[in-house]
């Protein structure tokens, strides 16, 4: 069970935090540029699927470790909490900011860069994104080592 779980969350990493990089690398770059902004509606059609599937890994994961006894972490609760702030994260940007990049693409206005009170809350978004994921891999780093 320690390898299916120790897996399960790998995966989720791999995944999430993978496509996170990619679609938080595309959202900087759309700042000021129609380019970027283009290549972030695009991109972000792949990258959200990935992401929740990669939550939902780590999450899993994570619930194994603590069904089968396999806790070893005194931040067990800061890492619901960190994936807790993550779902939350990513339902503002799927089901607030997702549908605003659709609907300009769909109006042919996908190269329009995006309102600078929508361009601060998905900076905010990718704070958070950024220190919850890395949080995440920290803490589990730590887990291992204390494993071994």
């Known amino acids: 069970m320690n390898f299916i779980s120790i897996f399960t969350i790998v995966a989720g990493f791999i995944l ?62 800061l890492k619901f909490i960190l994936i807790i702030l993550l779902i939350l994260n990513g339902l503002f940007l799927s089901f607030v900011v997702s549908p605003r990049l659709l609907f300009q693409e769909r109006k042919g206005r996908e190269k329009e860069l995006l309102p600078q009170n929508l361009q601060n809350r998905i900076a905010m978004s990718f704070v958070v994104s950024f220190v919850g994921w890395w949080s995440l891999v920290v803490i589990f780093v730590s887990d291992i080592l204390n494993l071994v």
Do not use: C
Not at 22 to 32: E, M, S
Not at 35 to 62: D, Q
């Open 16 to 77: 999430g935090l993978g496509a996170v990089t990619v679609i938080d690398l595309h959202g900087f770059l759309a700042r000021k540029s129609s380019y970027w902004t283009e290549a972030t509606i695009r991109t972000h059609k792949v990258t959200k699927p990935l992401i929740w599937i990669g939550i939902s890994l780590v999450l899993l994961g994570n619930i194994l470790m603590v069904q089968n006894n396999i806790i070893f972490s005194e931040f067990l609760v």
